[in-house]
């Protein structure tokens, strides 16, 4: 469950805005942004805040420990200082030789907190995974967030669990799942019904990234289209007849043109492609043309 932190922020938002104001140093600011995670974030000062802490032969300006174990660390700039990507560089050192999963940077007023994975002993990924400015976010907005740095979040390990599904939801994983066979299929169709108009395959993938952010296409690479392992093999010219044919049997079969079966259709002459000869009727239940009706009666 997660905690609400709001009222607790409510009482230290107006002194790290100060001190903002103020232009206080590095050493000040820190001292403001330990009493937010004692009094805010449920921390016992004695031990599970540590500043200064020496991790291997560095140091962190503060660690949360929870049980002498190191769960996040925080690198801490004046509240003057306007925070970027690449001051999370030293803290990403120091949770490369520990492996700790989750760093934090902070200057009081911005919170940007970071995940990181690890492969062969350094830092394979670090994604941003928020970020807080408590000058501009709502303190509703603003609470949300923090409570994940919670205590109670940390031992009850609900800070992985929301890292979990905010990598489900994550720029890669959607994209990603947008560019698989059965999406892009779906959105032609779509596109087929609305429009009237067969477009390629390769086409729509590169529209659809065409209309992500530069930074997003940056994270997808180029738009390739996933292939579902039966039918991988499939050519697009192949997947193109498959349409035309289903179009033309729902053209040409006025009961097919009823709503749902038109995807019957399809579906059907789909599983011709993949499993080999099928009875088309099986799924296609269409009705018989005049010529068919003639020749039942006259050969019963």
Not at 78 to 105: C, F, M, T
Not at 130 to 155: I, Y
Not at 156 to 164: A, C, F, G, H, K
């Amino acid at each position: 469950m997660a905690v609400n932190v709001k009222r607790a922020l409510d009482k230290w938002r107006p002194h790290l805005l100060q001190a903002r104001k103020d232009g206080l140093n590095e050493a000040d600011t820190v001292q403001r942004i330990i009493k937010v995670f004692e009094e805010v974030l449920g921390y016992n000062p004695l031990d599970e805040i540590a500043r200064e802490c020496p991790i291997r032969d560095k140091v962190a300006d503060i660690a949360l420990k929870i049980d002498g174990e190191i769960k996040l660390t925080v690198e801490a700039k004046a509240a003057g200082v306007k925070l970027n990507d690449s001051h999370i560089d030293q803290a990403k050192r120091y949770a490369a030789d520990e492996k700790i999963p989750w760093a934090l940077l902070t200057n009081g007023v911005d919170w940007l907190l970071y995940h990181l994975t690890f492969r062969n002993g350094a830092v394979d990924q670090c994604v941003r995974t928020f970020t807080v400015n408590l000058e501009s976010d709502s303190l509703k907005d603003a609470a949300k967030c923090l409570a994940v740095l919670h205590r109670q979040s940390v031992v009850e390990n609900s800070i992985e669990e929301y890292w979990e599904h905010r990598s489900a939801l994550g720029v890669e994983s959607v994209g990603h799942a947008i560019f698989t066979e059965d999406v892009i299929k779906l959105i032609r169709r779509h596109i087929r019904r609305r429009k009237k108009t067969m477009v390629d395959e390769k086409d729509l993938a590169q529209a659809v990234h065409d209309m992500f952010s530069v930074e997003t296409q940056d994270i997808l690479g180029s738009p390739k289209i996933k292939r579902n392992r039966k039918t991988r093999k499939s050519s697009a010219k192949s997947a193109v007849l498959v349409e035309a044919a289903a179009e033309a049997v729902v053209e040409a079969t006025p009961a097919a043109r009823t709503e749902g079966q038109e995807d019957l259709a399809l579906a059907a002459i789909i599983d011709l492609r993949i499993d080999g000869p099928q009875p088309l009727v099986r799924a296609m239940p269409l009705e018989p043309t005049a010529a068919h009706r003639q020749d039942s009666t006259a050969n019963p």
